[in-house]
């Protein structure tokens, strides 16, 4: 199976992440590095390049840009997708993680669980608009779509 074996993010425009979302960040590429499903599909007159790939993160002319190489850095592939589709999603994930990390702090288990379920599902939705957006260009299993719709988050300011 192929799959990522390096992630970079280049977040270098943005502002400085809270304790929590930074946390959020290593713990999904830590994730996406130890399980994940991403292969590029070939394309007309064009046989597909085998992985392992290195992704590379960004967001350049108010698009998200999947950059990918191969191990040794040789580039595959460049994806730009618009970031409308995203916003919507971003903007409830990264509210219901604002409300989830201080019920952790205040609130009682059932009420945590329960923001949890909402987080949940928010960030399935994104992971969902993450596949289509990406339908054609690479295929990626639902794990690997969810870790990788939480570092789009991490590039689209909310």
């Known amino acids: 199976m192929t799959r990522l ?8 425009a943005l502002p400085t992440a809270t304790i929590e979302m930074e ?14 499903s991403f292969t590029l599909p070939g394309r007309e007159g064009v046989a597909a390049r085998p992985g392992p790939y290195a992704l590379s993160l960004a967001v ?4 998200l ?3 990918i190489a191969t191990q040794g850095g040789d580039p ?27 019920a952790v702090r205040k609130l009682p288990t059932a009420q945590i669980e329960a923001i ?33 719709f939480t570092l789009v988050c991490a590039l689209i300011p909310d």
């Open 65 to 67: 840009v999947f950059d």
């Open 76 to 102: 595959v592939a460049e994806f730009h997708l618009a970031m409308g589709p995203f916003r919507q999603a971003v903007k409830d994930y990264s509210q219901i993680c604002s409300s989830y990390f201080e």
């Open 23 to 36: 946390q959020e960040r290593r713990v999904a590429i830590f994730d996406l590095l130890e399980d994940n």
């Open 116 to 148: 949890d379920m909402a987080r949940r599902g928010i960030h399935n939705e994104g992971a969902r608009t993450l596949m289509e957006r990406l339908d054609g260009k690479a295929n990626i299993d639902i794990d690997t779509a969810r870790r990788l």
């Open 60 to 63: 350049r002319d108010r698009r």
């Open 5 to 12: 074996i390096r992630i970079d993010l280049d977040d270098s």
